[in-house]
């Protein structure tokens, strides 16, 4: 029963990941509310979980001509030095912490997302 759940979350995860939302803000909590899991391995998990999605939306994305090869290497080496140096800072952040500031992008991520609402509605509303 425990692997139908974990590929329950894993599914409502890449939905959401697919829709932009990212699928961490599904699955880091799904773990570590509902299946007890530690933060430190949650957070581990979410970011293997992303690197194969990531290489095959780079897959897809260079496939439709929607990724200009010159212009890649300056985002993605940043990005992946980045990536690096922040998932060696969290493994050396106490769970506890760790765990309030990932709560806290939560909700900095839902004010973010209620006030683009809020912005399309009142640009609707001016249109129409």
Same mark, same amino acid.
Do not use: W, Y
């Given at each position: 029963?425990?692997?139908?759940?974990? %590929?329950?979350?894993? $599914?409502?995860?890449?939905?959401?990941? +697919? %829709?932009? %939302?990212?699928?961490? !803000? $599904?699955?880091?909590?799904?773990? !570590?509310?509902?299946?007890?899991?530690?933060?430190?391995?949650?957070?581990?998990?979410?970011?293997?979980?992303?690197?194969? %999605?990531?290489?095959?939306?780079? =897959?897809?994305?260079? +496939?439709?001509?929607?990724? =200009?090869? #010159?212009?890649?290497?300056?985002?993605?080496?940043?990005? $992946?030095?980045?990536? /690096?140096?922040?998932?060696?800072?969290?493994?050396? !952040?106490? /769970? +506890?912490?760790? #765990? #309030?500031?990932?709560?806290?992008?939560?909700?900095?991520?839902?004010?973010?997302?209620?006030?683009?609402?809020?912005?399309?509605? #009142?640009? /609707?509303?001016? =249109? +129409?």
């Amino acid at each position: 029963m425990g692997s139908i759940i974990i %590929m329950l979350f894993a $599914v409502c995860a890449g939905i959401l990941g +697919g %829709m932009g %939302m990212g699928g961490g !803000t $599904v699955l880091i909590p799904a773990l !570590t509310i509902f299946l007890g899991v530690e933060q430190h391995a949650a957070q581990a998990a979410n970011l293997l979980a992303f690197l194969p %999605m990531s290489l095959l939306s780079l =897959k897809v994305h260079f +496939g439709n001509g929607l990724v =200009k090869a #010159r212009g890649a290497p300056p985002i993605i080496i940043p990005a $992946v030095l980045f990536s /690096a140096g922040c998932a060696l800072l969290a493994a050396c !952040t106490p /769970a +506890g912490l760790l #765990r #309030r500031m990932f709560g806290a992008f939560l909700v900095a991520l839902a004010v973010k997302q209620a006030a683009d609402i809020r912005s399309s509605l #009142r640009a /609707a509303k001016k =249109k +129409g």
